[in-house]
């Protein structure tokens, strides 16, 4: 159980294009999400947390309005990163956690965005 | 100053040594702790939860200690596929969010 998956795995764009990527929580509920990005040796950072229904709150330093999250349901969230720039290029990585207070996060395969 | 740092190494072991690594974190309000492993490319899985009194799972040991506020993993009888990247994380009380380490590179030899 507790699987997330995360689509596409793989992704390249040209600069000032918009890219998609979901996040499935498949075979459970998932009252928060969240995205993080991680650049070649460094740490997972938080960049938003979301939860179904309402709007996303960002970690400082995140633009809202260049990384657009949309948690319209309890299995599915997606991050659009608009007018990309080789500087997004990066692993973005989805997790998702249940209600209930046990704040396990369950974390997505993972897509690596290239901006050309 | 980072939240969570650990020691990049790194560490290059022989088949079956035992290697050992730390991290320190800078919230005194930090309630869980974990190490998470990441292979290349992939995303991070939970290896373990660290409890205050210590804890094994097989091969690993973690160890937590709150007066100095760091954290260890200890392998032993190291495996191959025990070479990956592994991810010292804390998790203030009450709170969903997690703080990553960058991480400590094992790499086993044969």
């Known amino acids: 159980g507790a699987v997330v998956s995360q689509h596409p795995s793989r992704v390249i764009c040209k600069s000032g294009t918009s890219v998609k990527i979901e996040c499935r929580s498949l075979?459970?509920?998932?009252?928060?999400m969240f995205w993080y990005r991680q650049f070649p040796k460094q740490s997972l950072m938080l960049m938003a947390t979301s939860n179904e229904g309402s709007k996303a709150t960002y970690e400082q330093g995140v633009e809202k309005d260049k990384f657009l999250i949309n948690h319209a349901s309890l299995t599915l969230s997606t991050l659009t990163v608009t007018s990309a720039h080789p500087e997004d290029s990066s692993f973005y990585i989805c997790?998702?956690?249940?209600?209930?207070?046990?704040?396990?996060?369950?974390f997505g395969p993972g897509t690596r965005l290239t901006v050309t | 100053r980072k939240e969570v740092e650990q020691d990049p190494g790194p560490f290059n072991v022989p088949e079956g040594a035992t290697v050992a690594f730390n991290c320190t974190y800078s919230?005194?309000?930090?309630?869980?702790f974990f190490w998470y492993r990441q292979d290349c490319r992939k995303e991070p899985k939970l290896l373990m939860s660290v409890y205050s009194s210590g804890n094994e799972d097989g091969r690993f040991t973690a160890q937590l200690n709150r007066a100095s506020q760091y954290i260890s993993l200890l392998i032993r009888d190291s495996k191959l596929s025990d070479s990956a990247t592994y991810l010292c994380v804390v998790r203030p009380a009450g709170d969903y969010k997690l703080s990553f380490g960058a991480g400590t590179t094992v790499t086993v030899r044969a």
């Open positions: 075979d459970f509920q998932a009252t928060t």
């Open positions: 919230n005194s309000a930090s309630q869980s």
């Open positions: 997790s998702a956690s249940t209600s209930g207070g046990s704040y396990e996060q369950y």
